[in-house]
């Protein structure tokens, strides 16, 4: 039972334009949102978080927004840059377990 | 480097050996977690700590793994009689404890990729 959903396996976006990458969650329970970006042979790398009471989170040229209803949370980059060209997990987590529920990642390609 | 640090990087061995990871989180978090990725998955939990106790298990943790911090500051993590199932990239997180809402970020170690032969 995959609680955390990201079903674009890959998304390839232009130097200076915007990537979107979106992910779904089933647990109404979730209430804290992280983004971690993967390099090959590197551990994830924390981007950005939000929680259950906010809908937006920004922090320089990275923006989460947060649809509870829709239970969708989306990451926004932009300007995309090359170096951004990685895997980026959507996790999830319950207040105060502590355990974190990943999506099967979403490969990001900035070409020039 | 203050960051969270994995030995060894890659581990291969054969079939029904017992291998043993070590993990040394950031000195001044108090949490430490264990996960394990497989290809075209994101990571799953196993198990974590905080400071020596060990306060969750994943049913994933099979009888087969047994992982402790003994003085709350590095962890190991053990697999005995290792099956071709086990290879993985097992990575360590740790965390500061409650921030905003009761949940930190977790910041992760390079992994160690194990090859079960």
């Known amino acids: 039972d995959q609680q955390v959903k990201q079903n674009s396996p890959s998304l390839s976006v232009q130097e200076g334009r915007i990537s979107i990458l979106n992910c779904d969650y089933t647990n109404s329970m979730f209430d804290y949102f992280l983004w971690y970006k993967k390099y090959p042979a590197e551990g994830p790398t924390f981007l950005i978080s939000i929680s259950s009471i906010k809908d937006k989170n920004e922090d320089g040229r990275f923006t989460v927004f947060l649809n509870k209803s829709a239970k969708h949370l989306s990451l926004h980059i932009v300007p995309s840059q090359p170096g951004d060209s990685a895997v980026y997990f959507c996790?999830?987590?319950?207040?105060?377990?502590?355990?974190?529920?990943f999506g099967t990642g979403t490969r990001l390609q900035v070409f020039p | 480097d203050t960051g969270v640090s994995q030995d060894p990087r890659h581990k291969i061995t054969k079939r029904g050996q017992n291998v043993t990871f070590r993990c040394d989180p950031i000195?001044?978090?108090?949490?430490l977690y264990w996960y394990r990725q497989t290809l075209g998955q994101g990571p799953e939990f196993l198990t974590y700590?905080?400071?020596?106790?060990?306060?969750?298990k994943s049913r994933l943790l099979s009888d087969r793994f047994s992982a402790e911090r003994p003085k709350g500051s590095f962890s190991t993590l053990e697999i005995q009689r290792t099956e071709q199932g086990d290879s993985a990239m097992y990575l360590c997180?740790?965390?500061?404890?409650?921030?905003?809402?009761?949940?930190?970020?977790?910041?992760f170690g390079p992994g160690t990729r194990l090859t079960v032969l």
């Open positions: 997180a740790s965390s500061g404890g409650s921030g905003l809402a009761g949940v930190s970020e977790q910041f």
């Open positions: 000195s001044e978090h108090n949490r």
């Open positions: 700590f905080q400071n020596e106790a060990q306060l969750e």
């Open positions: 996790a999830a987590s319950v207040y105060n377990t502590d355990k974190l529920i």
